[in-house]
Structures are given as C-alpha cells and as structure tokens.
C-alpha cells in the first residue's frame, strides 16, 4: 500500500498557504512587540523540547522564518521524523532579532502540532507491528491542516486515506440512506471515479454480505466489535480490503489488528491531539 498520496508540489503549495494565512493571522501589518527591539539587532536563538516526541513539521518551521527574512539561517541539530528527548537543543536560529521573534509563535505552533500527529501515530504503528494491518488517517483534521496533518501521519509511520472527496470515493451511512437504488451504488461510483478507489461503509454482518455481493473490493467496518471483526474476515474470505473504524484506542488496537483486517483508521491522529511542548530561546543578542 502507498504511504502517502501528497506530492511534492501539493506539499510546498500547503507550506506557503499555510505559513501565509498564519502570519497575516498573526501580524496582520505589524509586529507591535518588535518594534521594542532595534531594527539592526542581531541574535542568536534555539529550540529546546521539553518532553520526548516524533519530531515532525521542520519544512514549515523553517519557511516561516524565511518568509519573514530570507537571511536568517537555521541549523538544525535533529532530523524530520526523528525520536526526541526532553531538554534536548533542536535547532539554532541565526538572523535579525525582530524576525525571529516575530515568527517564533508561528514557527513552534506548526513544529508542536504536527509533532503531535507524528507521535501519535507512531505510537499506534508501533503498537501493530507484529501484525499485518496498516494504520491510515481520515478527514478529521483541524480546518486548514489537511495536507499538513496527513503528511506528519506519514512522518509517524501511518498512512494517508483520501486526502478529500476529489480523490476518492467513501460511500457513508448517510450516502446510502440518501440514495433508493442500493445496486446501482458501485456502477454509478464507477461511472463517476474511473481508476479511484471506492469505499463503501458497513454497519453490520449483512450489510458486509451484500456488498461484497455486489462487487465492492474496499470496505470500511463501522463500530464493528471484535467478535464481529473476525466474523467479518472470515465472511470476506480475502474478497475485499476490509478495514476497522470507529472506538479505537492504543489499548484495543493490538486486537483489533490481529482479528486480520487490512487497515485500521483512526480519526484521533489528527483531531485528539495534545501539541508537544517546545520552547525557544534567545541565547546571544548584538545590537549593531
């Protein structure tokens, strides 16, 4: 299965929209604060972790510093996706002091945010790595991070689900309930998603039963118990990508993993996430 469906310009777009709307949030015309400190200031900053994580996010970090003031260099000291400990020296920031501190707050929202992601799901990989299920993503993301959030999925290891409703079709409880002719779901799904993949969401064995029936080859298991996980496997006979949704935790996961099914999404990687705590500081300062 392919880890992650971002490409490279989709990404860098992400980065540049991202960084932009945040720092016009931010300043909009003026750092009031800056304007405290001398215009030819120099100084000499780093960022320090203060708990252990997946360290994910440094191409927005880094962007937003130079989208205030191309000059200013950063010397990272860890690398993207690496295992952090707390009260360890991430990064140095070299530059005019005014921009650093302006994009300070930007800057470490981004690296604590989509640190958290990554962790997370590294947690939850690692949880399953005796089995042979796969870890995915979902749309619950925080408004604006879509392609943030997924990427950092990957960063910890995970994989990404759709990336939105223009790159696959997830056929849902409300879907099904809105539409009077069940059989004809997969065709018109075909006739509208040609080479996409099709999802279609179950809620029960004999829901399972019939669309399986009726040919679809991904199907995602709502809420479905462990009992009735294995009961789903042993139905689907490999006919189709089952995968497991809803109520999962690091506790039931290794389980749930281990009924057999392909996947295992979980909304929670990216909308039940507690940002990682990270600092920066100001080290040296020169007034020129």
């Known amino acids: 299965m392919q880890r992650s469906k971002i490409n490279k310009k989709t990404l860098i777009e992400a980065i540049r929209k991202n960084i932009k709307t945040a720092l016009q949030e931010d300043i909009a015309n003026i750092d009031l604060s800056a304007q405290l400190i001398e215009a030819k ?8 972790s203060k708990e252990s994580a997946i360290i994910s996010g440094i191409p927005w970090f880094n962007s937003t510093f130079l989208m205030l003031d191309p000059k200013i260099k950063i010397k990272w000291l860890v690398k993207e996706g690496e295992i952090i400990k707390k009260n360890q020296r991430l990064c140095e920031i070299y530059g005019r002091a005014r921009p650093i501190l302006t994009g300070e707050r ?3 929202n981004f690296l604590q945010t989509l640190s958290a992601t990554s962790t997370i799901t590294q947690q939850y990989v ?6 042979d299920a796969k870890i995915f993503d979902t749309r619950k993301t925080i408004p604006g991070l879509r392609i943030a959030q997924k990427y950092a999925v990957t960063i910890g290891g995970g ?9 696959q079709i997830l056929i849902k409880e ?12 997969l065709p018109l799904a075909l006739k509208h998603a040609k080479n996409k ?3 279609i969401e179950v809620e029960n064995l004999d829901q399972l039963k019939k669309f399986l029936e009726l040919g679809f080859k991904n199907i995602l298991l709502d809420n479905f118990n462990i009992k009735n996980l294995n009961k789903a496997v042993l139905i689907n ?7 497991a949704s809803g109520n999962i935790t690091l506790k039931n996961v290794k389980k749930i993993a281990l ?24 080290e040296t300062f020169k007034s020129l």
């Not at 690692?126 to 089995?131: E, L, R, V, Y």
């Not at 994989?159 to 790159?167: A, M, S, V």
């Not at 099914?261 to 507690?274: A, C, E, F, H, W």
């Open 237 to 243: 006979k490999k006919r189709a990508i089952l995968e």
């Open 126 to 131: 690692k949880a399953i790595s005796n089995t």
């Open 197 to 199: 993949d099709i999802q």
């Open 174 to 185: 409300n879907h099904i309930k809105s539409t009077k002719k069940i059989d004809n779901l």
């Open 259 to 282: 009924t057999g099914v392909n996947r295992i999404s979980l909304g929670s990687l990216t909308k039940n996430i507690k940002a990682i705590d990270l600092s920066m500081k100001i």
């Open 106 to 108: 930007v800057a470490l």
């Open 159 to 167: 994989n990404n689900q759709r990336i939105g409703l223009y790159d």
């Open 41 to 48: 200031s120099f100084a000499m900053a780093y960022v320090k």
